[in-house]
């Protein structure tokens, strides 16, 4: 049976406040901006791009056990949870498609409590430190994957 043609994008807290501080770290594009782009690069290579942020752990959690059975990979910006959060951790233990941990900063160039990530040792790949472009990148890889027959 073939996999869904389905993405999601999962961000953690306070991702939700791009674009009006800090943009010399995030850059000025904000969230809504950054999912516009990816749903319309998926509409092009015919992926649907569910793009959804939360600031509840739980939630993410929650999202991830749905997008088992329904999506054929998932990408996530856990933002601090990826330095806490073991319940991510497994959730994400339990997705058997192709996932990608993203951020925006290199979060290796950063304060030292950046450096644990929870969600590397469960994912397929990592991207960090393309700034908000880096979303865009990964979905045209998918979308090239998916058209592969790869995903
Ligand atoms: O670089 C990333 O994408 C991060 O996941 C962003 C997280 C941070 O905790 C991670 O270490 C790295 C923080 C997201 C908060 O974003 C804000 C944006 C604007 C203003 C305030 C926070």
């Excluded at 943009?23 to 998926?42: F, H, K, N, V, W």
């Excluded at 998932?74 to 192709?98: E, M």
């Amino acid at each position: 049976m073939s996999r869904p043609n389905k993405v999601v994008v999962l961000n953690g807290p306070n991702l939700n406040l791009l674009g009006t501080r800090e943009p010399e770290i995030y850059g000025s594009d904000t969230l809504e901006m950054i999912a516009e782009r990816c749903r319309q690069l998926g509409d092009r290579a015919g992926i649907e791009v569910r793009f959804l942020q939360s600031n509840d752990e739980g939630k993410i959690v929650d999202w991830i056990q749905e997008a088992i059975n329904t999506t054929s990979a998932l990408v996530i910006n856990a933002a601090a949870y990826t330095h806490t959060s073991v319940a991510i951790h497994d959730a994400l233990r339990a997705y058997p498609g192709f996932k990608v941990e993203l951020h925006i900063s290199n979060s290796h160039l950063r304060e030292s409590f950046r450096h644990v990530s929870y969600v590397a040792p469960a994912v397929d790949a990592v991207v960090a430190g393309l700034g908000a472009r880096g979303y865009e990148h990964v979905i045209d890889l998918l979308a090239d994957w998916f058209a592969q027959g790869k995903l």
